[in-house]
């Protein structure tokens, strides 16, 4: 089965610019996660989405970052403005189900540099 | 707090021998899931095993195998015979069913010689 995509893969912008990243999960998996993973750091949860609602957005800063995730499919995660400590790659996972056993399938991830 | 800690940030060994990796864990759920995650340089996070807090037998797949001992909360995972392709940052990550987010650790890089 194909896994979870995600576009772009490399980004560069200067600071107080705008951008946005797309992700595709496994097709049947209704739970979408994104991480922000700095680098020498493990990944840290931004937003998680059961089907197109959110579950945990405690972690992302609201000021600057949104995500959607329209029909329960695929989601964007946007910054507006970034800032230089955004810097990172961000991952996009998805699992079947929240439970606490379930496995998360992660993409491979968009690596943001903020000049 | 700290819920995942690996005191490991590099470690070295030698092709075809064992390794473990260390991790301890902080949580006052009774049920809680522990992941092992392998991120080789091309940054895809990759599934090795899981290990439940009920699970009474410690958790195998292939060479991977977790160290489970829930009394030191610790879940260290051990790796036979081991391959240069294992070279790799390794993490750590636990999730609590009183929150459904999943937690890492710092990662390990391990590197195997030849």
């Known amino acids: 089965e194909a896994g979870v995509a995600q576009s772009p893969r490399y980004k560069i912008i200067e600071k107080r610019q705008s951008v946005a990243f797309w992700c595709n999960p496994i097709?049947?998996?209704?739970?979408l996660y994104w991480y922000q993973q700095i680098l020498g750091q493990g990944p840290k949860l931004l937003i998680q989405?059961?089907?197109?609602?959110?579950?945990?957005d405690s972690q992302l800063p609201k000021d600057r970052f949104s995500a959607e995730r329209l029909k329960g499919v695929d989601s964007t995660l946007k910054i507006q403005p970034a800032k230089l400590e955004d810097s990172a790659v961000y991952l996009c996972?998805?699992?079947?189900?929240?439970?606490?056993?379930?496995?998360?399938?992660f993409g491979p991830g968009t690596r943001l540099t903020v000049t | 707090a700290q819920k995942i800690t690996q005191t490991q940030p590099g470690m070295f060994v030698q092709e075809k021998e064992a390794v473990t990796l260390d991790c301890t864990y902080d949580?006052?759920?009774?049920?809680?899931?522990l992941f092992w995650y392998k991120q080789p340089s091309s940054g895809e996070m990759i599934f090795l095993i899981y290990?439940?807090?009920?699970?009474?037998q410690n958790a195998t797949e292939g060479r991977y195998s977790l160290n489970f001992q829930k009394a030191r909360k610790s879940a260290n995972l051990v790796i036979s015979a081991s391959q240069l392709g294992d070279s790799a940052m390794y993490f750590c990550?636990?999730?609590?069913?009183?929150?459904?987010?999943?937690?890492f650790g710092e990662g390990t890089q391990l590197t195997v010689n030849p």
């Open positions: 996972a998805s699992s079947l189900g929240q439970g606490v056993g379930y496995e998360q399938y």
């Open positions: 097709s049947g998996h209704a739970t």
């Open positions: 989405f059961q089907n197109n609602g959110v579950v945990d």
């Open positions: 949580t006052s759920d009774q049920s809680y899931g």
């Open positions: 290990q439940g807090s009920y699970d009474e």
């Open positions: 990550a636990m999730r609590e069913t009183s929150g459904s987010r999943l937690t």
